[in-house]
Structures are given as structure tokens and as C-alpha cells.
């Protein structure tokens, strides 16, 4: 058995109804900054006016900064950092899926430390400086079930600049408090469930097979894995399905306790340099379709962890090729099995660009595989999962 060090200080309120303890909580200071993202559903579905309205209820004072992508980037955290000055909020509200809260996480960061985002980033072109000031408090109402960012202290940005996609955290970005209400995120159409469920399915697997896996993360992993393999599609078919979401909703916190306890893998690392080039491809999508290329490479390097998985997910768990077919399977039925690399303007002649970005920006998950990837070897990947 490893040594581990097990710290997730988070209070999580979970389950169908749990918005409701915002309204009563004690919560970590008077005036939130709410951050949300440009799209409409947080207003659409009153999301946003049922959080002002608990806060108020709750004597607590908040603002809005509404201009958060999908692919969260760098110009947005510095320009809600500012926002948060001038209000003088004391704390910031990530209010949405993960785009939102990781955002709030890295505004948390900027409110008091000077400078630029990119300082304190380790990687790319980041200057990797140490922060003094501390991280403002930070509290997560996911409506999505996805990247498991309520359960874990990081955080991933985009210099739109650079076209660098880089994680970044510690134990100051742990929010302080999390909701995870599935009612919530009834309203998520299929394409988007499948995406964000597969992307909380990879943050599982992967952190099943790196090399930093304690007894903890695998009890979390084999757990999240095996509740999305059943609950995903149903979810994907039938959205207002108040148990599926509830259990999916579950296997994605349990993923970010995952990655609290073990961490993710190379596979992220080339989904990031994927989206960084091509924002408008969703991450999950990015990562469906890299998973059965990449998971191939592994079958031979950990072939017991990718059976453990396969049983996991209601295979015979003989062969590790049995995850291969479970992974397919599981896309198959959430209808995203024929994803393509092309359809979202990826190049083939980009692929080597590609890799060189995700060994530059996140080469240190590189260093959480089992078996460390060479340059050629990732291009070799992303060229057989390219379509």
C-alpha cells in the first residue's frame, strides 16, 4: 500500500434541493462577486436570481460579472479581478459549470496579488512567481456534472494570446464551500451531457492510472467510473431523469476527489493544446476523441488497471482490451462515438504543432503517467485518433 496525503477541506452540500443552503450557511464574507458565463441559461432558468435572492436571505451583498467562455480565458479573470476591487467584494461565487468556477478560482487569485495571470502560472510562457497575497474565499454552485472543479483546487485558463491552455492551483483554490444540486442541471441538452460526462469519466480514469494513485483515489475513481457507465446514457436520453442526474452528478464530485488525491494524465495535456488552438472545441468532446488511442498506448503499459476499469464499467475485466470495448460501448450509447478531429477545423498537418504545445504548456502531467511520453509518441496518438 502507498503512502498518501489525503486534504480536501471543502464543505459539500449534495443533492436534489441543496441550493437551499445558501440561504442559511455561514458563508466567507459579506459582498460575492458572482461569476457566470456569457451564455444565457444562468438567467434563462433563473438560476442566477435564486442565488442573488439566498444571498440576500443570507445577508450578504453581490455583483455580477457575466462574461465567462466555455474555454474560460485570461483577459476575463484579470478584467473580474478588477471588478471585484472596485466592488470591494470579499469573496467570489463561481456560479455554473466548470468554465465559471474555474474562473472564479483564478479572479480569487488576482483580486489582491499584482501583476498579470500569467505571472504566477507554471509552464508555457508563464513566469511561475510565487503569490503573497492571499486567495480570496471561494464558493462553487455547479450546474453542471463535468469537471469536478468543487471538489478539487485547480483551476485552467487560456492565454488567448499564446494560445496556451494551462491547470494551475494548490490548496489555497479549494473552494470553501460547494453545492451540487442536481435539480440544477436538468436543463442540460445531450450533446453537452455526454460532453461534460465523459470529461468527470477521464479526470477518473486517468487519475486511476497515474502514477501518483493512492488506495483513496482508486476507491473514488472506481466508483465515479462505474456510476457513469451506467447513469451517462440514461442521462443523455432523458435529461429531466432526477436519479441519473443525481448519480452522475455524484460520479463528478467523486472525480474531483480524484483529482485532489491523484491527478490527471498526459491525455489532458493534448486535449488542452487541442482547445487552445480551437476554442470552440468542447473539452469532453477533445478528450472522447482522444481516449481510445490513447487508452490503447496504456493497455500495455498498465494493462491490470485498465481490466479493474473494465469491471468497473460491467465487463468481464479479463483482457485490458475489455476497457477499450466498455469505453466504445459507453460513447456509442451517449451518441458521441464518431466525433471528429476535422469537424471542429482541426488540420492533420497541425497535429505535430499540437503535440510540441501540450509537452511545452502541461508537461508536467506528463510526469504523472506510467510510462513518460516522448514528443514522437503523442504525435504518434493524436495521429490515430485523428479523423
Not at 130 to 146: N, Q, R, W
Not at 249 to 271: I, P, Q, R, Y
Not at 342 to 358: F, L, R
Request: charged share 20%; proline share 5%; aromatic share 8%.
Amino acid at each position: 500500500m502507498n503512502n498518501f496525503n489525503y486534504y480536501i477541506p471543502t464543505r459539500i452540500f449534495f443533492g436534489p434541493g441543496s441550493i437551499k443552503e445558501l440561504g442559511t450557511a455561514k458563508l466567507p464574507g459579506e459582498k460575492a462577486l458572482i461569476v457566470i458565463s456569457a451564455g444565457p441559461s444562468m438567467k434563462k432558468y433563473g438560476y442566477l436570481q435564486k442565488v442573488q435572492e439566498l444571498l440576500t436571505n443570507n445577508n450578504t451583498e453581490s455583483v455580477v460579472f457575466d462574461k465567462i467562455l466555455p474555454n474560460p480565458v485570461k483577459s476575463h479573470v484579470m478584467e473580474g479581478a478588477e471588478l471585484a476591487r472596485k466592488e470591494k467584494c470579499d469573496f467570489i461565487l463561481g456560479l455554473g459549470g466548470g468554465s465559471s468556477i474555474d474562473s472564479a478560482k483564478s479572479i480569487a487569485l488576482m483580486v489582491k496579488n499584482p501583476g498579470d495571470y500569467w505571472d504566477y502560472i507554471h509552464g508555457g510562457g508563464g513566469l511561475g512567481k510565487g503569490f503573497k497575497e492571499p486567495v480570496l474565499p471561494v464558493v462553487a454552485i455547479t450546474t453542471t456534472a463535468g469537471t469536478g472543479t468543487e471538489a478539487d483546487p485547480w483551476t485552467v485558463i487560456t492565454n488567448e494570446e499564446l494560445h496556451e491552455k494551462i491547470g494551475f492551483g494548490g490548496d489555497d483554490f479549494f473552494p470553501v464551500m460547494s453545492i451540487v444540486d442536481p435539480e440544477m442541471m436538468l436543463s442540460i441538452p445531450p450533446g453537452l451531457t455526454a460532453y461534460q460526462g465523459f470529461d468527470a469519466f477521464f479526470h477518473a480514469a486517468e487519475g486511476y492510472i497515474a502514477n501518483i494513485a493512492t488506495p483513496v483515489s482508486d476507491i473514488y475513481a472506481l466508483k465515479s467510473i462505474a456510476l457513469l457507465a451506467e447513469f451517462l446514457p440514461v442521462a443523455v436520453k432523458n435529461g429531466k431523469d432526477l436519479e441519473a442526474r443525481t448519480k452522475i452528478a455524484l460520479a463528478n464530485t467523486l472525480s474531483g476527489m480524484v483529482e485532489s488525491t491523484s491527478s490527471c494524465t498526459s491525455e489532458h495535456s493534448m486535449e488542452h493544446a487541442l482547445s487552445a488552438f480551437h476554442p470552440s472545441l468542447p473539452h469532453g468532446a477533445g478528450l472522447i476523441m482522444l481516449s481510445e488511442s490513447y487508452f490503447k498506448y496504456f493497455a500495455e503499459v498498465c494493462p491490470k488497471r485498465l481490466m479493474e476499469m473494465s469491471k468497473a464499467m460491467g465487463e468481464a475485466g479479463k483482457k485490458p482490451a475489455d476497457f477499450i470495448t466498455a469505453l466504445i460501448k459507453l460513447q456509442k450509447n451517449c451518441g458521441v462515438a464518431d466525433l471528429k478531429m476535422s469537424d471542429y477545423g482541426i488540420e492533420k498537418n497541425e497535429i505535430n504543432k499540437i503535440a510540441e504545445n501540450a509537452h511545452h504548456t502541461m508537461g508536467g502531467l506528463y510526469d504523472m503517467d506510467r510510462k513518460t511520453l516522448s514528443l514522437e509518441e503523442t504525435i504518434k496518438i493524436i495521429t490515430a485518433a485523428y479523423k
